[in-house]
Nanobody, 120 residues
């Protein structure tokens, strides 16, 4: 069965960096695009980034998405972190092969999430 497992979250000071990882299993990893979303308390889940390198305006220039097909892993490199980046971060598999990367409905499997907390 398809599984996505995130790791790498934690507590970091503003201006710091973190790298999130999402290990995939149970399907042909290279055949699908992948994305990262985040959800802060009391807010809707929002798009962060997706392969092939699309990023949300709020993180452009600070976050980078990449993948390693041999390791079946997608990464989210986050730098210059801000307190407003605090959220649970989720990776997801994109089912639809279109360019609607920010549409949550285009994704069919989700990980359990990893908490990122940025202190001011």
């Amino acid at each position: 069965q398809v599984q996505l497992v995130e790791s790498g979250g934690g507590l970091v000071e503003a201006g710091g960096s973190l790298r999130l990882s999402c290990a995939a299993s149970g399907y042909t990893f290279s055949a699908y695009s992948m994305g990262w979303f985040r959800q802060a308390p009391g807010k809707e889940r929002e798009f962060v980034a997706a392969i092939p390198g699309v990023v949300a305006d709020s993180v452009r220039g600070r976050f980078t998405i990449s993948r390693d097909n041999a390791k079946k892993t997608v990464y989210l490199q986050m730098s210059m972190l801000k307190p407003e980046d605090t959220a649970v971060y989720y990776c997801a598999r994109k089912l639809w092969t279109d360019s609607a990367y920010s549409d949550r409905l285009r994704y069919d499997y989700w990980g359990q999430g990893t908490q990122v907390t940025v202190s001011s």
